[in-house]
Structures are given as structure tokens and as C-alpha cells.
């Protein structure tokens, strides 16, 4: 089972069509369902309040302020909800992986390695962690083995800067998360074909056929 978590004001479906267009394909396994869910609209503080789907508020889009822990810890209850669902239909939960675009990536960091650490993976995509992030926090105090995190960053996005996702991955490899940071030059605030395939084959690597046979 592999959870997708979209960016801010798309939906779940609108990220589904989005990875359609770029593959030419919808992103299909045999063995894993992909799940796209739709964060709640609520008032978003970089658009002056106005109404967005996002997973969780912030003060700004910078590295360099508090995070809105409220809004982030009450979306993580939510989806600790569709996690749960998915155990009790019979998967296994090191046999889930999570991760987005941009805030989605952030959201699934937060998702896992706060109230998480036992799931099979995390991917992050044009995304970063703020500089004091709880994540940090909760990693310090942390003894068992993280789950996996996969992160890829186009070095032009003039959104969700270069430097944070790097900042971010070596934050996370200093408190024991296995990481790699895959690069995509002249890529800017975007998904490229090349990152999709990346991610499908690291997917198809923690998620292996033999393992689904013998659950």
C-alpha cells in the first residue's frame, strides 16, 4: 500500500491525473495499491487566509519560522486514521509506505517519524522541514530503526528552495534516518518524468512482489 500526499490547493485525484500526464500512465503496480487522499480546505496563512487544501497552515514558506504544530498534529491524526484502515483491511503496516509534493512531503516526514516509525518507507519531493522542526525533536529522543526516506529536489525551484530539501536530508541522516537525495538539475517547483520512474523503481524496492506472496 503506498499513500500519495498532494500539494497545496490540489486534490488527491488532481495529483493522480498530474503523475498521469508526466508517466503517460497512471502510476500502477500490480502488487500495491496507490492511495491519493485530499487534504481538508481550511485558511491558509500565505494566502492571506483564504481558503486551500493543505495539509497543515504556516506562518510563511521559509525554513526559518515556528511550525504551526496544531494544524499539523490534528491533520496527523487524520491520517493516522487511513493508516489504521489500511491494517485492518489486512496490510501489514512495514508493507505501507507514505510521501508527497512539496507539503505532502512534509506532511508524510511528520507523519512518520513522529507517530510512525515502523512503516516501510517515506518519499519527500520538492520538499523540506522547518530548522526547529518537531520531527528533529522527536528523532533525538529516538532508539529504533527509522523507516527509509526517499527525497528528490530540482535545483532551480524558486518555491521550496534548493538548500532546505538538502538541509533537511542532512538534518534527518544526523539523527539516524537512512536517506538518499536524488538531484534534478534546471528542475524547478515540479515533478519531471525521470523522478517519477526513480521513485517507482525505489517503491517497487521496499515494496517487493515475494514479500505480498508470503503475507
Known amino acids: 500500500s503506498c499513500t500519495l500526499l498532494c500539494d497545496t490547493g490540489d486534490t488527491g485525484q ?5 503523475i498521469k ?6 502510476m500502477a503496480f500490480q502488487h500495491i495499491k496507490v492511495i491519493y487522499p485530499t487534504a481538508p480546505a481550511r485558511p491558509y496563512t500565505p494566502m492571506k487566509g ?10 510563511k514558506i521559509s525554513n526559518d519560522c515556528p ?3 496544531e494544524s499539523i498534529d ?14 485492518k483491511n489486512g496490510i501489514a503496516k512495514n508493507r505501507i509506505l507514505i510521501g508527497g509534493f512539496s507539503m505532502g512531503g512534509g506532511m508524510a516526514m511528520h507523519l512518520a517519524y513522529r507517530f510512525h516509525q515502523d512503516l ?8 523540506f522541514l522547518n530548522k526547529d522542526s518537531a520531527v528533529y525533536q522527536a528523532l533525538k529522543r529516538n532508539e529504533s530503526v527509522l523507516p527509509e526516506l526517499f527525497q528528490c529536489h530540482g535545483t532551480a525551484d524558486e518555491l521550496v528552495l534548493y538548500l532546505w530539501g538538502e538541509e533537511t536530508n542532512k538534518m534527518l541522516k544526523s539523527l539516524g534516518v537512512s536517506t538518499s537525495l536524488h538531484t534534478f538539475p534546471n528542475l524547478n517547483h515540479e515533478l519531471s518524468r525521470t523522478e517519477i520512474e ?4 525505489w517503491i517497487v524496492k521496499k515494496l ?3 514479500a505480498a506472496k508470503t503475507n
Open 14 to 18: 488532481g495529483a493522480r491525473t498530474w
Open 21 to 26: 500526464q508526466i508517466l503517460n500512465q497512471d
Open 50 to 59: 483564504a481558503f486551500s487544501t493543505v495539509w497543515f497552515d504556516r506562518y
Open 67 to 69: 511550525e504551526h504544530i
Open 74 to 87: 490534528s491533520m496527523c491524526r487524520v491520517l493516522t486514521d487511513l493508516i489504521n484502515d489500511e491494517i
Open 120 to 127: 516501510a518507507g517515506v518519499f519527500a519531493l520538492s520538499s
Open 198 to 201: 526513480k521513485l517507482k523503481t
Open 208 to 210: 517487493p512482489v515475494e
